[in-house]
């Protein structure tokens, strides 16, 4: 882990558990918490649907990319947006902050957890026409190529999940 910053950085699909679990994980871990998406939507005034709906995708990708660039944490859990893995930038920097937290879950399981990605501010790349399938098939590739450590959350409460990751990363 990196000792300098001892900050933990989670990524993975909308669903996966990134905001909910790194609230348990830093209880636990006696840490702060940053959410990435609330700290995006603060900072443009209006929620990640309406950014999305306003400027699109890849405006959108800019702007989470500028944005994650900028955070500076210290002993912190730091959950990304699902789409933080599109800017190589960011999750360079991100990795530099501490080490990077892959939340895996099953293609079934996503479908389960998901109620309605029109309200989620998801971003899909290829617009409308993207289906959630096609989603989960594009960034696979790319939460394991960012990812330090992956922590299978298939099928785990919120607390058992975050005591998983906790145990992962202290090993």
Not at 28 to 55: P, R, Y
Not at 86 to 108: C, F, N, Q, W
Not at 151 to 169: E, G, W
């Amino acid at each position: 882990m990196n000792q300098a910053k001892d900050n933990i950085v989670l990524i993975g699909m909308p669903g996966a558990g990134k905001s909910t679990l790194g609230i348990v994980l830093a209880k636990i871990l006696n840490k702060g918490f940053l959410d990435a998406d609330l700290v995006i939507q603060s900072h443009c005034g209006k929620t990640l649907q309406e950014i999305i709906d306003a400027e699109g995708p890849e405006s959108f990708i800019t702007i989470e990319n500028r944005i994650l660039c900028g955070i500076e944490a210290v002993n912190t859990i730091i959950a990304t947006g699902g789409s933080a893995v599109y800017s190589d930038e960011a999750m360079r920097h991100l990795g530099e902050l501490g080490p990077i937290v892959y939340l895996k879950i099953t293609y079934e399981s996503l479908v389960s957890r998901l109620c309605d990605l029109d309200e989620r501010g998801v971003v899909l790349r290829d617009g409308v026409s993207m289906s959630l399938r096609d989603l989960y098939d594009e960034r696979q590739p790319l939460y394991e190529k960012y990812a330090d450590i992956t922590v299978d959350v298939n099928d785990l409460s919120i607390t058992a999940a975050a005591r998983k990751v906790a145990r992962a990363v202290r090993d």
